[in-house]
């Protein structure tokens, strides 16, 4: 998880972020999303995406294919009470790269979801589901 200390986010909505904020909106998405009965492991990367500014990626792995529409509800649903200010995306993947000690290799996550991020983005009726 990438957690940000240093930078103010600015809302265009009037909101605005610190990064104590932010830290504690991840540690309170990651927690609920992990008690979900369809969520079975999840990541949370804030980085920055293109023509959207600061987001925050959450990679979710589903209990079961058919859990996979209602998990990322559920991931949307607990970024939007958590993280209010961030645009938030969902992506449901097989499993959550990690190195030998058990973090998250963000960057080959983000590696592997943002085509289909870039594909959601294109195609809005995709991130209704």
């Known amino acids: 998880m990438t957690l940000t ?3 103010d986010i600015d809302d265009p909505g009037g909101t605005e972020m610190t ?4 830290d ?6 990651e927690a609920e999303l992990l008690e979900l009965a369809c969520v079975r492991e999840c990541a949370l990367v804030h980085t920055e995406l293109p023509e959207l500014g ?23 649903a607990a970024c939007q009470r958590n993280l209010p200010a961030l645009y938030a995306h969902a992506v449901a993947v097989d499993e959550v790269p990690r190195t030998a000690e058990g973090a998250v290799r963000e960057g080959e996550l983000l ?3 943002l085509p289909q991020i870039a594909r959601d983005l294109m195609s ?3 991130m209704s589901d």
């Open 54 to 76: 600061s987001a925050v990626v959450v990679a979710f792995v589903p209990l079961a294919v058919e859990q996979e529409i209602a998990g990322r509800r559920a991931v949307l």
């Open 24 to 29: 504690c909106g991840l540690y309170a998405v």
């Open 111 to 113: 590696d592997a979801v």
């Open 5 to 7: 200390g240093m930078n």
């Open 124 to 126: 809005p009726a995709a």
């Open 19 to 22: 990064g104590i904020d932010l």
